[in-house]
């Protein structure tokens, strides 16, 4: 049965004094007790020894998977090459779903309802025409996208062929996913259809993303993000002299919705944010422009306050443009909103078993875990309450959505793997 968090608990730990993630959860002894047990387990260290043999041809695989280019909506011949690297690593049945997710399926023993996920998501930043060969300078390799999160995908088929050699056996059904459009205006949409249209039951979480071994989220950081498109007659500058312009307008929306959201994420209010990202149109200095364009980005972490400043940014665009029209200009300019993103907030409290877990297991290799919060792949099923975590790729790395992104492999690269093995098997049990 689904493990939901619903009511009183949902409403509670959703109010504003209950959002901060806390730095220093405390670990019920049962699960410590639990994780040092499953750890000991003969086919569990077996499993993590072939982790640590493999290490040589899960970096192959992660050069591998780094050289095939997935960008924004262009995943597919990533997800075609990671679809069989799953075959050939044993999973029991595999297909793509109907927006590119790679969902492979890797039954229990128990036959009750109800899959542990765990997943990296096979899209970068980058765009296409992206140079992405792998280069190696000393234990480093350097290519855009190998770490984020290229390296996630790599360590799920080391776990998959992990469990197969070391023969181990899940009570619950696993699924191990190739996630679609996490970055950028991808907008979570891998994530969304899985949770709400897939029809899979799906009881629990675990995604791998960027971040050192230890590296634990609970929360989601939610987001709403807005293009502004800022319409004219257009003209020449000087012959058309005093005609409405859409840059104008634009920057006068800028400057009305700068000082209002300033002065409301300056209060009193947990942390909430605002960015104008991206800014286009015109076609030549001497022109007045037909189209002005922007990009904003909004974050808060109470799903309250996230509603509020996007109320306040569609208030100061009506304002700005209404009064530029009528500050005597010839003509008028028209505006249209289109929402690009759309990211809920929410948090779930640490005495969930699979958070308990998640510390307990960071524990055993000998990391303090602390938790903390993020615009990942788990903000939809913490939004619903559902219990999920996302773990850091482990190992080195840097320059994360730069063209000169790295990442070393250390001794923590493979414990990143035996970790994210660990959660999964404390999540779906061990079959005894």
């Not at 208030?315 to 500050?327: G, L, M, R």
Request: proline share 4%; hydrophobic share 40%; glycine share 12%.
């Amino acid at each position: 049965m689904k493990q939901i968090i619903t009511g009183l608990v949902l409403a509670a730990f959703l109010l504003p004094n209950m959002i901060k993630a806390q730095e220093s959860p405390g670990i019920e002894k049962k699960y410590t007790k639990e994780i040092d047990r499953l750890a000991k387990a003969k086919k569990v260290q077996a499993a993590f020894a072939v982790i640590e043999e493999q290490e040589d041809q899960t970096m192959k695989d992660l050069v591998t998977l780094t050289e095939i280019l997935a960008p924004p909506f262009g995943e597919d011949k990533r997800g075609k090459v990671f679809a069989k690297m799953l075959m050939e690593a044993g999973i029991d049945s595999i297909w793509t779903d109907k927006v590119g997710n790679v969902i492979g399926l890797r039954k229990g023993t128990s036959g009750e309802p109800g899959y542990v996920g765990v997943d990296a998501h096979m899209d970068v930043v980058f765009p296409e025409g992206t140079d992405v060969t792998v280069t190696k300078v000393g234990d480093t390799l350097k290519a855009p996208g190998i770490g984020d999160d290229t390296r996630g995908l790599a360590m799920l088929l080391s776990m998959l062929k992990a469990m197969n050699k070391a023969e181990i056996k899940t009570e619950k059904d696993l699924l191990i996913v190739g996630t679609v459009g996490e970055e950028g205006l991808g907008d979570l949409r891998g994530m969304k259809y899985m949770f709400n249209e897939s029809g899979l039951d799906i009881d629990a979480w675990i995604a791998i993303d960027g971040g050192s071994l230890g590296r634990i989220s609970n929360a989601g950081l939610g987001s709403k993000r807005y293009k502004l498109i800022v319409n004219g007659k257009g003209g020449h500058s000087w012959g058309d002299f005093e005609l409405a312009n859409p840059h104008h307008a634009l920057g006068k929306a800028i400057d009305v919705f700068s000082k209002d959201a300033w002065a409301y994420t300056s209060g009193d209010i947990p942390k909430t944010s605002f960015n104008v990202g991206r800014i286009g149109g015109g076609t030549s200095v001497n022109s007045i422009p037909f189209e002005s364009w922007m990009e904003v980005d909004m974050r808060a972490i109470d799903p309250k306050n996230l509603d509020e400043i996007e109320a306040i940014f569609k208030k100061s665009v009506e304002k700005a443009i209404t009064e530029y029209n009528a500050s005597g200009i010839t003509g008028e300019v028209t505006y249209k909103l289109e929402q690009i993103g759309d990211r809920p907030s929410g948090e779930l409290p640490a005495t969930l078993p699979l958070i308990q877990r998640t510390m307990a297991a960071t524990q055993y290799f000998g990391v303090e875990p602390v938790l903390n919060r993020g615009s990942t792949n788990i903000n939809i099923p913490v939004s619903k309450g559902i219990p999920s975590v996302c773990i850091g790729r482990g190992g080195k790395g840097g320059g994360a959505h730069s063209l000169h992104e790295w990442y070393m492999n250390d001794e923590t690269g493979a414990e990143s793997i035996q970790l994210a093995l660990l959660i999964t098997l404390a999540q779906a049990g061990l079959e005894k």
